[in-house]
């Protein structure tokens, strides 16, 4: 294993560290089924290939791979970034409209696993069901990797950490407080933080809670890595002393048709400067993206010195090529 746990952010890694990371032909369906060390895998290797590509050197760790990536949401960042993060990895990345596949209409999923597998090396996938995916990877027996379902979005909540310890240069004992929707982010974002050891509050009107059963696995998981799990409905409560306050949209993908009584729902769980004054003065501003001003973030917030939006979307490509790297490097 890489010890990376203990160095947190320590050397380079180079192509056949990949292979003692031991994560070759596994799935990423949620943070929850990673170990300690897989966490601090991804974040070292996503390290070395940020600095790589800073420095522009080529590293095709994924000559002549091709990953087929299925879509039946809409994307940018993680679209983009999968896609040219397989080219900057030297391999090649197939963008398929779930509605253009046969799995639109009607295919089974178990034969559309057998059948892609045949052709490709890896398989990332955005859709509703979650259970869809947890079939795709069963019935493919290559990696195949979550890149949002309605119950969780890891990538991205593994992204969010990597950029944390960036900024923080720990995450251990950190406090995240979410706020807002109880939604595949927040239920990403327990499991992660959970896992790490980081304490985690989040904060969401009565009725739009985190799934009970993420909320089990990450009080689980905090037991276990010494930190703390807290649901609660209020947002000041949950903000108070924290180092990272978090937000996502209050009505997401699918879920359109709700839009106006969630608006209603969600009033007083915006991220605004009365509630920034409540985290410890050095907190930082996350945010997946796309946001919507106004609404769970206001603009001065989001726009602000302690926002790292951006630099969270910067780091979908380095942490996307760390998995794909991992998952399908075998060199
Ligand atoms: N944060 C995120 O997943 O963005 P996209 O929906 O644009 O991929
Ligand atoms: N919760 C949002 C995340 C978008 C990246 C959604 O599912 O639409």
């Not at 949401?73 to 970034?81: D, E, G, L, Y």
């Not at 930082?284 to 917030?301: D, F, K, N, S, Y």
Request: charged share 25%; aromatic share 6%.
């Amino acid at each position: 294993m890489l010890a990376a746990r203990k160095k947190e952010f320590a050397n380079e890694l180079d192509r056949t560290d990949i292979r003692k990371a031991g994560m070759a032909g596994k799935d990423l369906l949620s943070v929850h089924d990673l170990s300690v060390d897989e966490v601090y895998a991804i974040f070292e290797v996503a390290k070395t290939l940020k600095k790589k590509q800073q420095r522009g050197e080529e590293h095709h760790w994924l000559k002549g791979k091709t990953l087929g990536m299925i879509f039946q949401k809409s994307s940018t960042r993680t679209r983009v970034s999968f896609e040219v993060g397989m080219w900057q990895l030297g391999g090649t990345a197939l963008f398929l409209n779930a509605n253009d596949l046969q799995i639109g209409r009607g295919e089974p999923v178990k034969d559309t696993a057998r059948v892609l597998a045949r052709y490709l090396d890896g398989i990332m996938i955005r859709t509703y069901s979650h259970p869809d995916v947890m079939d795709l990877a069963q019935y493919a027996d290559i990696p195949v990797v979550n890149g949002l379902t309605d119950l969780l979005h890891p990538c991205q909540a593994l992204t969010d950490l990597f950029t944390a310890l960036e900024h923080k240069g720990t995450l251990k004992g950190l406090k995240m407080a979410y706020l807002g929707d109880g939604n595949n982010m927040a239920n990403a974002l327990l499991h992660a933080c959970a896992k790490v050891g980081m304490n985690i509050a989040v904060a969401a009107p009565i009725g739009y809670e985190p799934h009970p059963v993420v909320v089990a696995e990450a009080q689980h998981a905090a037991l276990v890595h010494g930190s703390a799990v807290e649901i609660v409905n209020d947002p000041r409560a949950a903000a108070a002393g924290a180092d990272i306050l978090y937000t996502d949209v209050w009505t997401s993908m699918g879920q359109e048709t709700e839009q106006a009584i969630r608006y209603k729902a969600f009033q007083g769980f915006q991220i605004n400067r009365e509630i920034m004054a409540l985290a410890r003065p050095d907190a930082i501003v996350m945010h997946c993206l796309p946001a919507h001003r106004g609404e769970e973030i206001t603009e001065e917030v989001l726009e602000g010195p302690q926002s790292v939006v951006f630099d969270e979307a910067e780091n979908r490509l380095h942490v996307q090529k760390a998995i794909l790297a991992l998952l399908m490097g075998d060199q």
